[in-house]
């Protein structure tokens, strides 16, 4: 028997009191990696075992290079020139959300690697493209992890890098400046080659945006970073794509699960009929070059000015011998 707590005229047993704390527990925050199970949705989350009948995945279609093993889904393999992509089939109909993604980088290679993946809240789906395999221009939100460690453009990070741009379709993503003219945010992340599965979670509410990662195995999250006045429509649709290059990776996935957040009270406006849209953007930064990048950038130029230089030694003497020549048949013609 469980002892009583008087309360007024009402009694309350210490066993119901331990249950609303659990339960208002288990409604938590995203501060830690807790289930928040009441909230999961199970249509918006990819879970294993993956597979349904044959080899579809309930709720989810792949395209391009995709494919699925017990463990882990795979968008891209450590090939060049492969993308893929799986996109949810059900539009998401909730105001306020939260997404976990559990997903893995890895390759042979130790200095060059990329491109890297885009985890989507975009309008269509399926579509693939330019932008680590999905369609450019496009409508909503990416979230981008450049691992392309052969930069590009302006920048003063060094790669892996996490980032968000959002799009109302009017935007391209520049990959000649890896997109630092239209991101809002972004953060270096090491989460490539390691022995377990990194973890990035993408939260939604009141307008505000914020990603924060578990790239040390610590089941604890660490802010990359957060940005307010962010405004995304209902009706859209979560993915990740993928792809690689001359440069390649795999590109795994071990799950997504999705958290419906509490609404806001007395929003008025219908969020369905609305464009994506930021507040402000983060300013383009100045080239500063990554020592891994800069190194081999300048091994292929010296490589190429020692070529060209033994080029025109080859021709000087070319050159040099056939005027030798021309002035001894020269010479032979005067003597005669």
Same mark, same amino acid.
């Given at each position: 028997?469980?002892? =009583?707590? &008087? ?28 289930? %928040?199970? &009441? ?21 989810? #279609? ?9 463990? +882990? ?12 992509? $799986? ?58 992890? #450049?691992? +392309? ?49 990194? %973890? ?6 009141? #307008? ?11 089941? =604890? ?24 290059? #001359? ?58 000015? $020692?070529?060209?230089?033994?080029? $025109? ?24």
């Amino acid at each position: 028997m469980f002892p =009583t707590i &008087d309360v007024g005229a009402t009694t309350v047993s210490a066993l119901s009191l331990l249950l609303l704390l659990v339960t208002f527990g288990a409604r938590g925050g995203s501060g830690q990696q807790g289930e %928040m199970n &009441d909230y999961l949705k199970r249509e918006h989350s990819l879970i294993r075992p993956y597979q349904g009948s044959g080899m579809t995945i309930p709720y989810w #279609d792949f395209i391009g290079s995709t494919f699925v093993t017990n463990s +882990y889904v795979r968008l891209t393999p450590d090939l060049q020139s492969k993308s893929g992509a $799986i996109w949810n089939q059900m539009p998401c109909t909730s105001i306020n959300w939260e997404v976990h993604i559990s997903f893995k980088v890895h390759g042979k290679g130790k200095d060059l690697f990329g491109d890297g993946m885009a985890i989507w809240y975009a309008k269509d789906r399926l579509q693939t493209g330019p932008v680590f395999g999905s369609r450019d221009p496009f409508q909503g939100l990416a979230i981008i992890l #450049d691992t +392309y460690s052969n930069h590009n453009g302006p920048h003063n990070h060094q790669h892996p890098y996490i980032s968000a741009m959002v799009n109302n379709g009017s935007l391209t993503y520049d990959h000649d400046r890896d997109g630092t003219h239209t991101q809002l945010a972004g953060c270096e992340a090491k989460f490539r080659n390691v022995d377990y599965d990194t %973890m990035i979670a993408i939260r939604y509410e009141n #307008d505000v945006l914020t990603v924060s990662t578990d790239l040390e195995n610590q089941n =604890t999250w660490k802010q990359c970073f957060q940005v307010t006045g962010v405004k995304l429509p209902t009706g859209y649709h979560f993915g990740v794509s993928a792809t690689t290059g #001359d440069l390649s990776d795999n590109h795994d996935l071990t799950a997504i699960k999705f958290y419906e957040l509490e609404a806001p009270p007395l929003l008025s406006e219908d969020r369905s009929q609305i464009l994506p849209s930021a507040a402000s953007f983060e300013a383009p930064r100045e080239h500063k070059s990554d020592p891994k990048s800069s190194g081999a950038a300048s091994n292929i130029k010296i490589f190429f000015l $020692i070529l060209l230089a033994m080029l $025109i030694v080859v021709v000087l003497v070319v050159v040099g011998i056939m005027f030798y020549q021309k002035h001894q048949e020269n010479a032979r013609k005067r003597f005669y």
